[in-house]
Nanobody, 125 residues
């Protein structure tokens, strides 16, 4: 069983930065892609970014492109989401997700098999 645990969320002022971590534990099978999603109250889960685990090719939504950066540490089995220039509209619960087999649909939450419990990010104006 694979477990994902996010950490690093919190309250920050607009313009500030946070770094979210996603720790992967349990059965260490193939990891094809890691995704970051967020969900604000009353809204659908939204794609933030994703990376191909082996190539580290990254993909970002238009709303975070240039402000957020995904990285990973293979030795620690962890993925990170560095968030700079935070805006109040970035306020949401952030989730990391794992896809084990190849896909081109990085943006879709439906393709990810494993999810973390989420971490709250609140950006004050």
């Amino acid at each position: 069983q694979v477990q994902l645990v996010e950490s690093g969320g919190g309250l920050v002022q607009a313009g500030g930065s946070l770094r979210l971590s996603c720790s992967i534990s349990g059965r260490t099978g193939d990891k094809y892609a890691m995704g970051w999603f967020r969900q604000a109250p009353g809204k659908e889960r939204e794609f933030v970014g994703a990376c191909n685990w082996s190539s580290m090719i990254t993909y970002y939504s238009d709303s975070v492109e240039g402000r957020f950066t995904i990285s990973r540490d293979g030795a620690k089995n962890a993925v990170y989401l560095q968030m700079n220039g935070l805006k109040p509209e970035d306020t949401a619960v952030y989730y990391c997700a794992l896809r084990e087999s190849p896909t081109t649909r990085y943006h879709s939450p439906l393709v990810y098999e494993y999810w973390g419990q989420g971490t709250q990010v609140t950006v004050s104006s």
